[in-house]
Every structure is written in C-alpha cells, then in structure tokens.
C-alpha cells in the first residue's frame, strides 16, 4: 500500500469483506458504518486502557495454527501483569503451566492473535488484535515483565504488537467479584457487626 493510498479503517481487522456482507444480510451494516465513523477503533494505548490494564489479573489470549486450528489459553496472575511496553505494544511473561505449548507453537506459524479481556466487577470486556512472538533470549525484557513475589517460573515472554482495539458494552455480563475486590466490603461489615456487639453489651450491662 502507498503512502498516498487511503488506509482501510482499524475495524476492518475484524470486519472483512464475509462480516460485512454478513452485517449486511442482518440489518447492521448501516449502525456498523456510523459506529466506524463516529467511534473509530483505537490502534494504541490510551490512558484509559493503559488503567484498565493496570487492575486486570485475567484475560483470554486466543491464537490458531498455520492451518486456521484456533486455540484460547486463559493467561492469569497478579493485577497489571499484562504491562505497557509502549503505545502500540503489550507484553507478558509467558508463565510456566501444563506445557502442552500450543500456544507456543501457534505463534511460531501464525502470529496473529487476539486478547479478550473481560472484566466482570465493572462488565466491562476488551478486545485487541493484533501479531505476538514469543521472546525466550532477552534478559532485559524477561525482568520487564516479571511480577515480584509472584510464585511462579518464567519460562519466556509474550510480546503483542497492538493492530486495533474496541470495548463492548455491558450487556449480558453477570457482575462477579473477585475475593480482594470484595474483601472491603465484608471489613466494613465485620467492623459494624464488632460495634454493634459493643453496643449491645454495653446496654445490657446498664440495664
């Protein structure tokens, strides 16, 4: 492509020529066409992405074999483990699990992948497509990515060059929260429930 040819929209990533007609078929295309023009997809890391990034400890990284074979891989640990190396870039450490390596091996044929992140104490979900490589030789950018005190073996990183991203809206996302999301409230409660106890006995006394 020239640099003077016109770049087709972020969101063609995800809506090729088959989605279209498809959208098409099925009455979308039209909303499709203004959601494109409107709220374009972004294609690096924004301040309010790089903070959502910053409290996730889940998300799905999804990749395929040369032959199309897909494959999702849940990838978890401490909160921000999936970091900002820069604006257009993502990494992780690629923690030691099963080792079945499919995803390993998917990206040494197909580095086209995608991470879907779904939030579910805000029901909020990302998506972003993008190319990844797997880094095993490069100390500097191993100790990057690695969380402190986490108990875990590195065994290589994950490096995800961002092509574009969009979020969905909350719809059908069931609110759950995660034990340390969670963890305030029920302090507060305990600590209620002390005073009260307090207050009772105190009144029994003096009756």
Not at 37 to 60: K, Y
Not at 146 to 162: D, H, Q, T
Request: charged share 25%.
């Amino acid at each position: 492509m020239s640099d003077d040819a016109p770049r087709p929209p972020p969101c063609d990533v995800a809506f090729t020529p088959s989605v279209k007609a498809a959208q098409t078929r099925l009455g979308s295309r039209s909303r499709m066409e203004r959601l494109e023009s409107d709220r374009p997809w972004q294609t690096e890391v924004t301040d309010d992405l790089g903070a959502f990034l910053a409290i996730i400890d889940t998300f799905f990284f999804a990749t395929a074999s040369a032959a199309g074979q897909p494959y999702i891989q849940h990838r978890g640990g401490p909160p921000g483990f999936l970091r900002v190396i820069d604006k257009r870039t993502l990494g992780f450490a690629d923690f030691r699990g099963n080792r079945q390596y499919i995803t390993v091996g998917n990206l040494a044929e197909n580095p086209r992948c995608h991470i879907f992140i779904l939030h579910f104490a805000t029901q909020q979900r990302v998506k972003l497509w993008g190319r990844a490589r797997y880094v095993e030789d490069d100390a500097a950018l191993l100790q990057q990515l690695a969380v402190p005190g986490y108990r875990a073996l590195v065994e290589r990183a994950i490096v995800f060059e961002i092509e574009a991203w969009d979020v969905n809206c909350s719809q059908h996302i069931t609110a759950r929260y995660s034990e340390p999301e969670i963890a305030p409230a029920i302090d507060r409660l305990a600590a209620r429930i002390k005073e009260l106890e307090a207050e009772v006995a105190r009144l029994k006394g003096s009756a």
